[in-house]
C-alpha cells in the first residue's frame, strides 16, 4: 500500500486547497523528504492523513480551520488521500466538514462527510459505513501510532522503563495477535449466547411438564362443578324471588316494594310536604305586596305605545303652530350662506316657495293624529314609564311558576300518600304477610346478588385455568421439539469449547513467534543504530507482558532508564521498525522530526541504516538542522523526490514546494 497525493484545504496554515505528490521510485519503493521549519505544517500533514482516513471530533477540526477563512465565515474543511493498493486498485478517499449556509459557524454546525471512489467509481452513500470499515481494517487505528509517528511518540516509548507494557493492547493489534484474540472471544460469546438459549431436556423434564399439566385440568374440572352449583342455587333464588313478587301483587295489588324503597318514598313524600309549604309562603308574600299591579300587567305595552304615540302627536301640533317662522327659515336656507342651484330665484318666487312650504307644515299629517286618552305631561309620562319597569322587574312575575311547583307538588303528594297510606291501612294478618313477603324477598335479592359475584369469580378461574392450561400444552410441544435438538446443541457447545481451547493455545503460540521475530528484528536494527551496540549482547521481550530486558556482555541486565537519552531514542525507533516489519502489514512510514534530540553519531545511523531500511514508502518531515546539507546529501541517491513547506508568516499561510529548502531557493 502507498499514499500517492494528499490534499489538504482550510486547515491550519493550509488556507488554499494544497496538494502533496508522494513520488514513486522506478522500484517501487519511496524515500520522499519533505523540509519545513518548526510551524510551517509538518505536522499538520500527519494530522491530515489521519482526519481523512478515521474522520475526528467536529471540535478539533473547528479549533484547528484557517483563521483567516473562520473569520470570513468559511469553516469549510477537506482533506483527501489517494492510495494504491496492495492489488494495484486505486482507493481515494475523500472526507468533509462544512456548516453549510450559517452565518458564523459553531463547531455544532459542522457535517461530516465521506467519499470513497475505488478504481474511478464513487461507492453508494449508503455503503459509507461499510467503507469506514474497509478503511479501518485496511489501515487499523490502532497500529498507525507505529506507522505514522513524530519525536513525541519516540520520547513516549524511550520514556521509561514499563512503556512496552502499556502498550501491549497496541502492540498485540500490530502483531495480528489482537484479531485472533476477537476470534476466541466471538467463540466464546457464541457459546453463551447458544446456552443462554438452550436448556438441555431430559425425559424426566417432560414427565414433570405432563404431570403439570394433569393437575391444572384436575383444577379446572373442579371449578367446573363449582360453577355448575352456584349457577343452580342462583337459578332457585331467582325463581323464589319470582314466586315472592307474584304473591305479593295478587295480595295487595301493587307492585312489591323492598322496605328501603318504602323508607325512600317516605323521605320524599316528607321532602315535597315541607318544599309545598315553603311554596305556599312565598306565594302569600307575594300576593300581599304587587298582587293588584301584577294584574295590570298586561296592559303595559298598551300604554307605552299610548304614551309614544300622544309624545309625536305634540311635536306635530307644535310644528304646525310655528309653521310660518319655519317656513321663513327654511326658505332662507336654500339660499344662505350660498344658493344651492343656478340661476337666483326671484322675490316673487321665494314668496311663492314659503307659501307652499307654510301650507306643508300648517297641514301636517293627518294619518299621524291621534286621540289623546293619556294627556300626560312629560314629567308624568316618565314617572309612569319608570313605575312599570320598576313592577316588571320585581319579583311578582314569579308567582306563575310558584303556582306552577305548587300544583305538581300536591299531585307528587298525593301519590307518595297513597303508596305509604295503603300499607299503613292494611289488617295485623295482611300486615304480617306483607313483612313475610318483604323478608323473603330481600333475602333472595341479597343471595342473588352473592351467588353471581361468586359465579363471576369462578368463571375468571375458569379463563385463567383455560390459559394456564394451553400454554403448558405448548411448552410441551416444544420440549419435544428441543428434546430432538438437544444432543445437537450439546456436540456444538462442546464443539465450540473445543474451537476456544485451539485458539487460546494458537494465540500462546503465535505470541510466542511474534515476540521472537519482534525481539530479533529490534536487535538486528539496534546494533545498526546504536552507538554502544558491542556492548549489548541481546534484547528480550517478555511473551506475556512485553516487558523488555537488555543484557549487556556479561550477561546483566540494563535498565532502560540508566541509558543515555539518545540511547533510549535509537532503541525506541528500533521497537518501532522490528514492529512495522513483524506485523508484515505493508503501510507507509511517515516519520516528523525523528533527529531533533540525537546527537551526530546516532543520526548518522538513523539516516544511513534506518531511513533507507524503514519501509517500501518512507515520508520524512524535517527541518533544516535535523536533515542538513550533509545528510541531504548523504540520502539525495535513495531520494524519490524532496519537497518544502514554506510558511509566511504575515499572511499565516503555508505553500509547498517542489525541492528541499535550498534547492527551493536557489533552484
Not at 462544512?98 to 467509481?121: C, F, I, N, W
Not at 438452550?198 to 373442579?222: P, T
Not at 309620562?381 to 311578582?396: C, F, Q
Not at 546529501?633 to 528541499?660: I, N, V, W
Amino acid at each position: 500500500m502507498k499514499f500517492r497525493k494528499l490534499t489538504l484545504e482550510n486547515y491550519k496554515s493550509f488556507q488554499f486547497p494544497t496538494e502533496i505528490v508522494f513520488p514513486i521510485g522506478d522500484d517501487g519503493r519511496s524515500i520522499f523528504l519533505i523540509g519545513g521549519m518548526n510551524g510551517a505544517g509538518k505536522t499538520s500533514i500527519m494530522e491530515a492523513v489521519t482526519f481523512c482516513l478515521y474522520g475526528g471530533k467536529v471540535d478539533d477540526i473547528y479549533r484547528n480551520i484557517n483563521r483567516r477563512e473562520k473569520a470570513k465565515g468559511n469553516a469549510n474543511v477537506a482533506f483527501e488521500i489517494v492510495i494504491e493498493m496492495d492489488d494495484a486498485s486505486e482507493l481515494v478517499v475523500k472526507r468533509s466538514w462544512t456548516a453549510g449556509a450559517v452565518s458564523e459557524p459553531r463547531a455544532r454546525d459542522l457535517t461530516e462527510r465521506l467519499v470513497v471512489v475505488r478504481d474511478g467509481k464513487r461507492v453508494s452513500v449508503q455503503n459509507q459505513e461499510i467503507w469506514q470499515d474497509f478503511i479501518r481494517a485496511a489501515i487499523p487505528p490502532g497500529i498507525t501510532q507505529f506507522f505514522f509517528f513524530d519525536g513525541e511518540k519516540i520520547q513516549q516509548i524511550a520514556a521509561d522503563d514499563h512503556s512496552e507494557v502499556r502498550l501491549k493492547s497496541s502492540l498485540e493489534a500490530a502483531l495480528g495477535i489482537q484479531y485472533i484474540n476477537r476470534l476466541a472471544s466471538d467463540i466464546v460469546y457464541i457459546k453463551q449466547q447458544e446456552r443462554q438459549g438452550f436448556v438441555e431436556i431430559s425425559d424426566a423434564d417432560l414427565e414433570f411438564k405432563q404431570s403439570e399439566l394433569k393437575r391444572e385440568k384436575s383444577k379446572r374440572v373442579r371449578k367446573h362443578q363449582e360453577r355448575d352449583g352456584l349457577r343452580a342455587e342462583l337459578d332457585g333464588f331467582k325463581a323464589q324471588l319470582g314466586d315472592a313478587r307474584k304473591r305479593f301483587e295478587a295480595s295487595f295489588h301493587a307492585a312489591p316494594e323492598s322496605r328501603e324503597a318504602m323508607r325512600e318514598q317516605e323521605k320524599k313524600r316528607v321532602l315535597a310536604a315541607n318544599r309545598l309549604a315553603q311554596v305556599d309562603s312565598e306565594i302569600r308574600n307575594l300576593c300581599e305586596k304587587a298582587l293588584p299591579f301584577s294584574i295590570a300587567g298586561k296592559l303595559f305595552g298598551g300604554i307605552r305605545r299610548q304614551i309614544e304615540a300622544e309624545r309625536e302627536s305634540a311635536s306635530g301640533e307644535a310644528i304646525k303652530e310655528n309653521a310660518a317662522l319655519l317656513a321663513k327659515r327654511i326658505v332662507r336656507v336654500v339660499e344662505e350662506p350660498e344658493p344651492i342651484y343656478r340661476e337666483k330665484l326671484s322675490a316673487e318666487r321665494m314668496a311663492e316657495l314659503e307659501r307652499r312650504i307654510f301650507r306643508m307644515l300648517k297641514e301636517g299629517d293627518h294619518n299621524a293624529e291621534v286621540t289623546k286618552v293619556l294627556d300626560l305631561s312629560d314629567r308624568d309620562a316618565a314617572r309612569v314609564l319608570n313605575r312599570m319597569e320598576a313592577l316588571e322587574n320585581s319579583d311578582v312575575f314569579l308567582l306563575k311558576p310558584l303556582l306552577e311547583e305548587a300544583d305538581s307538588l300536591k299531585v307528587q303528594l298525593r301519590q307518595l300518600e297513597g303508596v305509604v297510606g295503603q300499607v299503613g291501612a292494611l289488617s295485623p294478618t295482611e300486615r304480617d304477610l306483607f313483612d313475610e313477603l318483604q323478608s323473603v324477598m330481600e333475602s333472595c335479592s341479597t343471595q342473588i346478588g352473592r351467588k353471581t359475584e361468586q359465579l363471576r369469580l369462578v368463571e375468571e378461574d375458569v379463563l385463567t385455568l383455560d390459559k394456564r392450561i394451553a400454554a403448558i400444552e405448548v411448552e410441551i410441544e416444544k420440549l419435544y421439539e428441543k428434546h430432538n435438538v438437544s444432543k445437537e446443541k450439546v456436540d456444538f457447545i462442546e464443539e465450540c469449547d473445543a474451537i476456544a481451547s485451539v485458539l487460546n493455545q494458537f494465540i500462546v503460540r503465535l505470541r510466542k513467534s511474534k515476540v521472537h521475530v519482534l525481539q530479533e528484528k529490534t536487535f538486528e536494527m539496534y546494533r545498526l543504530l546504536s552507538s554502544r551496540s558491542g556492548l549489548i549482547k541481546d534484547i528480550t521481550i517478555d511473551d506475556k507482558t512485553y516487558e523488555v530486558r537488555i543484557t549487556d556482555r556479561n550477561g546483566h541486565e540494563i535498565r532502560k532508564s540508566s541509558m543515555a537519552a539518545g540511547e533510549k531514542e535509537v532503541f525506541a525507533i528500533s521497537l518501532l521498525w522490528g514492529l512495522a516489519q513483524t506485523s508484515e502489514l505493508k503501510l507507509p512510514i511517515i516519520i516528523d522530526t525523528p533527529l531533533s534530540r540525537l546527537d551526530s553519531t546516532h543520526r548518522d545511523n538513523i539516516v544511513n541504516h534506518y531511513f533507507p531500511n524503514a519501509g517500501e514508502q518512507v515520508v520524512i518531515l524535517s527541518t533544516d538542522t535535523e536533515i542538513d546539507t550533509s545528510y541531504y546529501r548523504s540520502l539525495k541517491p535513495r531520494l524519490s523526490g524532496a519537497a518544502c513547506l514554506e510558511f509566511d508568516q504575515r499572511q499565516e499561510l503555508t505553500t509547498f514546494r517542489q525541492g528541499y529548502f535550498w534547492e527551493t531557493r536557489h533552484g
